[in-house]
Every structure is written in C-alpha cells, then in structure tokens.
C-alpha cells in the first residue's frame, strides 16, 4: 500500500489545486438555459490573455489537444492540400501522422529529437515554394516528448521574409498558460491547447483560438467536418452555448484556473514557470546527466527530458519512483523509450516540489545503478531558487 501523498510530475494530466476541485462540484445544469452563458462567457474572455489574442474567437471542444489538433485541419484545409513542418518529437510527429490520415500531403523536415523546428529551414523551403502549394505551418511550440520550445515568432518572421501567406497552427498543448504564447504578435491562425496541463484542470477539453484568417479560411475548406466543425461551435458559443452537452464541470473548472492565473498574474506565471525549470535543469546537469534538448537555449521551462546514462534503462527509474516512492515521472516517447524519462514541471507547482522530483529522481536513479551522488542535484536546484551561485563542486564523502 502507498502511503501519503502521490507525486504527479508527468507533462500532464497536471495537479488540479484545491479551489478548482471544489470549484467543479456543482449541481447539473441545464445547458440551454440562459444562465449557462454566465459560466461560458467568462471562461472564453479568460482564455483570451492567455492565449495572448483580442482578435481571435475562441471555441472548447470536448475531446483533448489532439481533438483542437483535428479540428484544426478539418476546418480550415481540403485534402490534397499541402502542409509543412518539422518532426522533431512524438507530438510533433504525431500530428504529421495525422495530417497524412486526412489526407493532407506533409512536407516534412526531420530532425534530430531534442532540436527545435528549425526557423531558417522552414524559410528555405517557403522560399521554395514558388506555386504557393504550402497552405499552412505546424509548429509544434513546446514539444512535450523532448522537452523543447521552439520559437515560433521565428516561423511567423520566416513566413512574412518569404511573402508566404500560409496559415500558421501551433500547438501549444503544454506551453499556453506557463510560458509567454502570443498568438496576435506571432500571427498564429490557429492555436491549441488542452485542458489538463498549464490550465490545471482535469482533461476532457480541447481549446483552440481562430484568428480571422482562419476564420476567412473556413468558407472554402472542403474536408469532411461535423463533430468538430468549428464554426457551428463559435456560433453556439456566441449564442451562449455548445453544440451539443457541454462538460459543464470542466468550465466551472476552467474559470477557476483562469481566476488563479489572472490572480498570480501571467507575467509571474511565467517568471514562476522559468524560475523552477531553471532549478530542475540545474539539478540535471549536477547529477551528470544530459538533457535530450541539445541545448540551454531552447530547454523547455515545462517539461525537462533527461537522459538516463549508459546501460540505465529509463523504464526501470520510472517503475522504481512508482513503486517505491509513489511518484510519477513521464516515460520516454517513442525512439526515447529507455533512454529518458521526463519531468513535468508545469501548472500548479512550487519549488519544494521542483526539489521533491529532483530528490526522488535521484533515489531512483542511484538503485536503478546510475552512478548519481545523492543530494547533488537537489543542492543545485536550491541554489538556484537561494538565488546564490552554486557552491564549488561538492565532494560528497558519506555517498
Ligand atoms: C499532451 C500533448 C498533446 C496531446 O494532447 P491530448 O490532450 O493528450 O490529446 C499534443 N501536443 C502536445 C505538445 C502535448 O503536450
């Protein structure tokens, strides 16, 4: 039997607080009921800041990420069409799968898991694209799987240099609420997110921002769409409602989160979001072992891939945090099963707990045979967060 409390560090289904908990046990209600837009209306303006538009419209669908993902597609593309992007993680290729199962031809550009989408090549290939065949960027901001955030300001400044007018789609499943997303100064056409991570609440919602040229984009799209046809939902939403049955609980939940990021403040969440990460990548580096984001630069402030060392299989450090010190940490994905595991350090999330995932990182690690000095890592991370420089290397006598 596990005793006290379980510690959840994967990238999402993230830790729920209290006051969003509570916030969703409320009686059932009737969903064509005026008083419904009461709850609707604040949950979409809320949304707003945080996905960084006033231009955009704003639609919740029931379903998850990959639910926004598909919604994005169908609503805006017709098949044959030509998309490009980089695959350079298990959701970014994820999403190229499914574009292809929708029959949308994918420029793809490989490269290595642990790198971002590359801003220069994706010019290149614009600059190529003399017929105007590519109809839309994917971008993949933070990708989950490698711990990578990709500039996306970048792709949008590559498009513009291009005089390219493609759409540009982002996913910003595990980035949007914990780290700087500005969907109007990006020009972002369509924009993503779940429920379940920077948002904290349980999963069940798929939340995706149109700006008006994806909106334009929609009266000649030809792809099959009924579920997640988009402007059937905006024009719900406008009228106050869904579709079809709402998950009413989640956007009881959903306008809690919202009140707690508008109370902390979005430029604090984001500091808070850096500040800890940067705590975690310290521990990283002083327990030995590398990071699959190949560099500093574009490490992800929310979700932190390690690479277990030679010989240790990453399974093994994930099965013993589980059952012996009721923690969770994110497997590795895809060609990374057994050679990382992942930190997920995003939403509702303090440095004591930033220092627990280290410290039991570290525990699971030394018995799965890494050759880790025990509290290296957690002394990095409280450096950090002393806001001290770290000490000289410390010779650990007593390990
Ligand atoms: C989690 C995640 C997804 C998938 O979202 P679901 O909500 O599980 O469908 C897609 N993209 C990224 C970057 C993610 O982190």
Redesign the pocket.
């Known amino acids: 039997m596990m005793t006290g409390t379980a510690h959840l560090f994967i990238?999402?289904p993230t830790n729920v607080p209290a006051d969003i908990q509570r916030a969703m046990i409320v009686p059932m209600q009737d969903h064509r009921a005026p008083e419904f837009a009461e709850i609707l209306q604040p949950v979409l303006a809320g949304l707003k800041p945080v996905f960084g538009t006033s231009e955009a419209q704003i639609a919740l669908l029931p379903g998850?990420?990959?639910?926004a993902?598909e919604a994005a597609i169908t609503n805006t593309l017709s098949p044959g069409d030509k998309v490009l992007m980089a695959r350079h993680g298990q959701?970014s290729a994820l999403w190229a799968d499914m574009a292809l199962a929708m029959g949308l031809k994918v420029e793809i550009i490989d490269v290595a898991w642990g790198a971002p989408c590359p801003v220069r090549e994706v010019e290149r290939r614009l600059g190529a694209d003399r017929h105007g065949e590519i109809k839309a960027v994917f971008v993949?901001h933070?990708?989950?799987a490698t711990g990578v955030t990709s500039d996306v300001a970048g792709i949008r400044h590559a498009l513009d240099a291009s005089f390219h007018d493609a759409l540009l789609f982002v996913?910003g499943?595990?980035s949007i609420g914990s780290i700087p997303f500005e969907m109007d100064a990006w020009g972002v056409d369509m924009a993503i997110a779940?429920s379940?991570?920077g948002l904290m609440c349980p999963?069940g919602l798929?939340i995706i921002a149109a700006s008006p040229r994806a909106l334009a984009a929609m009266d000649t799209s030809t792809m099959a769409r009924s579920f997640l046809d988009l402007r059937a939902m905006l024009a719900a939403h406008q009228a106050g409602s869904f579709c079809f049955t709402p998950p009413a609980q989640l956007l009881h939940g959903l306008r809690a989160a919202l009140t707690r990021l508008q109370t902390e403040g979005l430029a604090n969440v984001f500091a808070r979001h850096q500040r800890l990460a940067e705590g975690i990548r310290a521990g990283v580096a002083a327990m030995g072992l590398k990071m699959v984001a190949e560099h500093q630069i574009f490490a992800s402030d929310t979700v932190t891939a390690i690479r277990t060392p030679q010989g240790i299989d990453a399974r093994d450090v994930i099965a013993i945090a589980r059952n012996r010190y009721n923690t969770h940490f994110g497997g590795g994905l895809g060609p990374l099963a057994g050679k990382a595991f992942r930190i997920g350090h995003l939403g509702d999330l303090n440095e004591g707990m930033c220092l627990t995932a280290l410290g039991i990182a570290e525990l699971s690690l030394k018995a799965a045979g890494a050759p880790v000095v025990l509290g290296a890592g957690v002394t990095a991370a409280q450096h950090v967060y002393a806001g001290v420089a770290q000490a000289p290397a410390l010779s650990i006598a007593a390990e």
Do not use: I, L, M
């Open positions: 990238p999402g998850s990420g990959t639910a993902w959701f993949t933070n990708e989950t996913d499943v595990s779940g379940q991570k999963a798929g």
